[in-house]
């Protein structure tokens, strides 16, 4: 199967700044805010938008990590390594890698449906536009129309060799 690389370590840099700025830019006069990571790939992006945020801002931030099966999410609950305290009256944001169909979002969001938070967004590096569920992203690092045969791949296994492949 052929990969053509889409994003390369410094494209992905580049992005992770400039949504770690418009994620500042809509939530300056916030307190606290709770960036959500979906398991894996969605995990380290989530700490990477953190780490840039420290930098260009003094809003206190909490990480969290939330594990769901994300062939079939409807299986078992999703698993919060954070408590409702931490995200009651706060803005949350939900982070991802990809957006394929929007199923791991979906239920990743739902976790929340039934809480008190102030103000629920969700950020992803790559957005595929092709949503099978009503969910979108409000902070994108590239949009990519892709067909419904091939798939995206992010690779962070490598320090500096972060990549981003169109299969």
């Known amino acids: 199967m052929a990969k053509t690389q889409i ?4 494209q992905i840099d580049q992005k992770l700044n400039r949504m770690a700025y418009q994620v500042y830019e809509t939530n300056f ?3 606290e805010i709770l960036i959500v990571g979906i398991e894996g ?11 840039r945020l420290k930098t260009i801002s003094n809003i206190k931030l909490k990480l969290g990590k939330i594990t769901l099966d994300k062939d079939e999410p409807w299986k078992n609950k999703p698993v919060l390594d ?7 009256n706060k803005n949350v944001i ?8 929007g199923k791991a979002l979906m239920y990743a969001i739902h976790s929340f449906l039934d809480k008190p938070v102030k103000k629920l967004n969700t950020l992803v590096l790559v957005d595929r536009s092709h949503t099978r569920f009503p969910v979108k ?6 949009s990519l129309s892709t067909t419904l045969q091939e798939h995206i791949e992010a ?13």
């Not at 790939?41 to 780490?51: M, T």
Request: aromatic content about 12%; overall charge negative; charged content about 30%.
């Open 29 to 31: 006069a916030e307190k």
């Open 41 to 51: 790939n969605g995990y380290k992006v989530a700490n990477e938008i953190l780490s």
């Open 137 to 142: 992203a409000d902070f994108v690092g590239l």
């Open 155 to 167: 690779d962070f296994t490598k320090k500096g060799k972060e990549a981003v492949f169109l299969i």
């Open 94 to 101: 939900i982070v991802d890698d990809v957006l394929n169909s």
């Open 7 to 10: 994003l390369n370590a410094i």
């Open 82 to 88: 954070f408590t409702e305290k931490d995200f009651v």
